[in-house]
């Protein structure tokens, strides 16, 4: 999907257009940490348009100041996105920083795209013709506050989206990244998988791939690592910063069937473990969690399910992935990693056939009947799966707005008793038959 990247001077707005083109989407599940909260990256769309957009405002940088912090949000919007809106306020005219960031933008060659925010209504437009004086072209009249001008400007964007490039793996082919915190292991893991064969790694060229992929087989599989850890550039100040990694970890996501949420033995679990996995659940890939520097602790013969049991605990929401403890040091159990991340993507690409759904769907509504609201109950017609990858069912009912959350979680647990979801979510989306 083609990324837009919104930059500009604090306070120009960004936040506010950002949401606006986001629209409410709603998480499937709401205690996810961190993940609806401070989003920075989202997909949207517009009319048939499919994209991701990134509000490079919330990416703080450190302590730096005010100035560098602008200069490395725009470097990472020049980085990272095919269309990059750039922001003003049509109230306050041309400023110093607004200038500040234009010259940045001139170094790039992507198209830039000048949007001026707070022109509220029609009466304001004369407001947009100091701008022309930045030297982006016509400036796009917008309004955060009354949703306004969103449309020409998306349309505007949409002009320079690239052509999408052709599906470059075989249908078969496994995709599978590893995210993580910094120096969980997740470089060290994937020289692991490699061994000595990292000859075959390709890197794919582009405006906004620059992930390095590296395909791999393993017992007559096909697999593709896709490296985040290893697309990492050495030197600039913003790589350490926290929502600048998760940027670079939501965009493999993306591209993965297979996540790998990689943990320190070492050092536990953290918020921050919760938010990456978080996103892997929310993309709807195949998760697996992998526990690496397994030899780096003490340990008897309860610390594995010690270990287990917090992770459960502070991961509700991945219930279904598979739990594995490695070396990548000593590749203690490195490989068994493959045949289960084969496993989960067949799970994550697994059709049910709608009579055996129904079925488990009856004699769900048998064993606990669906919830009753003033006298009016629930009534589930039937149920298909609509989509794989993560497997999506669509339930029909009467009145959708009777589906509560506790009655879609036993559902869904029914289902994953039936058949084997290991390792993938799974989605259910209630709508009124007509
Ligand atoms: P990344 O930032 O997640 O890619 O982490 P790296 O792969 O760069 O590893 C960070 C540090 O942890 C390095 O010093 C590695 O040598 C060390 N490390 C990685 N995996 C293991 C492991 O399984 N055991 C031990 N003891 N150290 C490890």
């Known amino acids: 999907k083609p990324v837009i990247a ?18 409410e989407r709603v998480s499937i599940v709401e205690d ?45 919007a020049i980085d990272e996105a095919d269309v990059i809106i750039f922001m003003t306020n049509g109230r306050e005219g041309v400023t110093a920083a607004d200038e500040q960031v234009a010259k940045i933008l001139y170094k790039t060659k992507k198209p830039v ?51 999408p490039d052709e599906e470059q793996y075989d249908e078969d082919t496994i995709k599978f990244s590893l995210i993580g915190r910094p120096n969980v292991g997740k470089s060290s893991l994937v020289n692991a998988f490699l061994g000595q064969e990292r000859v075959i790694v390709s890197e794919i060229q582009g405006t906004t791939r620059d992930a390095i992929d590296s395909p791999y087989s393993h017992d007559g599989q096909d697999y593709v690592i896709i490296d985040t850890a290893g697309m990492r550039k050495k030197g600039k100040v913003y790589e350490t910063t926290e929502k600048y990694s998760v940027l670079r970890a939501l965009r493999a996501i993306e591209r993965s069937d297979v996540v790998l949420v990689v943990l320190n033995a070492d050092e536990g679990i953290q918020e921050q473990d919760k938010k990456i996995a978080g996103y892997a659940h929310e993309a ?10 397994w030899d780096a602790i003490e340990k008897d013969e309860k610390t594995m399910n010690l270990f287990t049991e917090q992770i459960r605990e502070h991961f509700l929401f991945l219930d279904y992935a ?20 084969k496993r989960v993507s067949e799970n994550h690409a697994m059709r049910i056939q709608s009579s055996i759904l129904n079925e488990v769907i009856e ?27 993560p497997p999506t069912f669509v ?11 506790s009655y879609e979680r036993f559902l869904e647990n029914r289902i994953r008793e039936t058949f084997d979801f290991e390792g993938t979510p799974i989605r259910l989306i209630t709508r009124a038959r007509d």
């Open 284 to 293: 709807g890939k195949a998760v697996i969690i992998v526990v690496n520097k």
């Open 113 to 163: 795209v000048l949007a001026i925010n707070k022109v509220d209504n029609p009466d304001m437009r004369h407001m947009i013709y100091d701008f022309y004086s930045l030297g982006f072209g016509e400036p796009w009249p917008i309004s955060g506050s009354h949703g306004l001008g969103l449309g020409d400007l998306l349309d505007e964007c949409a002009k320079h989206f690239p052509q």
């Open 395 to 405: 339930v029909f009912v009467n009145e959708p707005d009777m589906m509560h959350f």
């Open 322 to 341: 598979p739990i594995i403890f490695v070396s990548a040091k000593t590749k203690q159990r490195v490989l068994n990693i493959l045949p289960i991340i």
């Open 32 to 76: 996810i940490p961190g993940v609806t909260r401070d989003r920075i990256y989202s997909s949207a769309d517009w009319l048939a348009h499919e994209f991701n957009i990134i509000d490079t405002g919330g990416i703080e940088i450190g302590d730096e100041p005010f100035l560098e912090q602008i200069r490395q949000q725009a470097e990472i």
């Open 363 to 389: 004699d769900s509504i048998a064993r606990n009947p669906a919830p009753t609201d003033k006298g009016r109950r629930l009534r589930i017609y039937y149920a298909t799966q609509v989509a794989i990858k």
């Open 6 to 23: 919104i930059v500009g001077r604090p306070n120009v707005g960004k936040s506010t257009i950002f949401n606006r083109i986001v629209g």
